[in-house]
């Protein structure tokens, strides 16, 4: 049976991840103070010890999910050979790494800059983000076509009937009348702490590209499937500009799923903290086996397999 990775992205997050991983395992110990040299504060206490409020902050919760899935990766690469990988956004990075596209070290400073860039954006000019559930996804891009009141857009398609809105704070909170007005069954504004995969992110893009054209990329070894188009890419370049339009574009998550499953692939394993990614894969796809690994009983449970 072909097997996918998935990553999961930024809301996954829970205080005290990674603790029996690092209290079981010599490499995970490694990882963290491979990746403590390079941030300078202890990442580990953040992700043990909280606070909540604190792991939540974008520039700490994305280091904080990508150390937790590098580890379990590096565990289970002479375990399971995937064919594919992908990652919800933040999870993208994740993913490449799985891929052998980036090392540990160039993919964390990625993602720590990342991380502080859209926090830094989210205070410059104030976003937010809504769930909507229930609207086929025309419907919710339509109503963001049509607004006139600020930024609007469609940020992420995580599964059929399910698009998350982002834009300027005023704009998004003004909408949502309209969505349940057109008859979303749920329309819920998010805790996050800006408009991600929206224009408003544009100042944090052009940042954020002059550092990934810096850094080396190599040709995947598996094929990633881009949150940007959700295609399959392999080439260093091609890898290299998903990640630069991913922080202004849409994660366009659904239609990943559905890549993956016209080429096969039939076992979806989330790598990461809770089981978000799992719920999506259950709503959009049929007949295909979905597994989840987070915790130590989790990762020695797929090590017997």
């Known amino acids: 049976m072909s097997t996918a990775f998935l990553f999961s992205g930024q809301g996954s997050q829970y205080v005290g991840m ?3 991983l690092v209290e079981t395992r010599d490499h995970a110990r490694a990882l963290f103070a491979q990746a403590e040299a390079i941030l300078g504060y202890s990442l580990y206490d953040i992700c043990v010890n909280g606070p909540a409020e604190r792991l939540k ?7 904080a ?3 937790h899935e590098a580890i379990l990766v590096d565990a289970l690469r002479e375990r399971i050979r995937p064919v594919a990988v992908a990652g919800h956004s933040l999870g993208e990075y994740s993913a490449m790494y799985a891929a052998g596209v980036l090392s540990f070290d160039d993919a964390l400073r990625l993602v720590t800059l990342r991380g502080t860039l859209m926090f830094e954006a989210g205070t410059v000019r104030p976003g937010t983000m809504a769930a909507i559930v229930g609207l086929p996804d025309e419907t919710v891009e339509k109503i963001c076509s049509e607004w006139t009141g600020g930024v609007l ?3 992420n398609y995580n599964a059929p009937g399910q698009v998350v809105i982002s834009g ?3 704009a998004v909170r003004a909408s949502l009348d309209a969505y349940k007005a057109a008859g979303a069954r749920m329309v819920t504004e998010l805790p996050v702490s800006g408009a991600f995969h929206s224009p408003l992110m544009k100042p944090a893009q052009e940042t954020l590209a002059q550092a990934i054209h810096a850094t080396t990329f190599r040709d995947a070894a598996i094929d990633v499937v881009c949150n940007v188009d959700a295609m399959m890419h392999r080439k260093a370049q091609q890898l290299q500009e998903a990640l630069i339009a991913q922080l202004v574009s849409p994660v366009r998550w659904t239609q990943s799923l559905e890549t993956m499953f016209a080429a096969g692939v ?3 394993v989330e790598l990461g903290p809770g089981k ?3 719920g999506l894969v259950k709503r959009t796809l049929k007949d295909v086996t979905i597994r989840g690994v987070d915790t130590e009983q989790d990762l020695s ?3 017997q397999v």
């Open 65 to 67: 999910l990508f150390v």
């Open 18 to 20: 990674t603790k029996d």
């Open 301 to 303: 449970a797929m090590e």
């Open 153 to 155: 857009v469609a940020a």
């Open 266 to 268: 039939r076992e979806y």
């Open 57 to 63: 902050e974008t520039r700490y919760t994305q280091p």
């Open 168 to 170: 300027e704070a005023d």
């Open 276 to 278: 978000v990614l799992q």
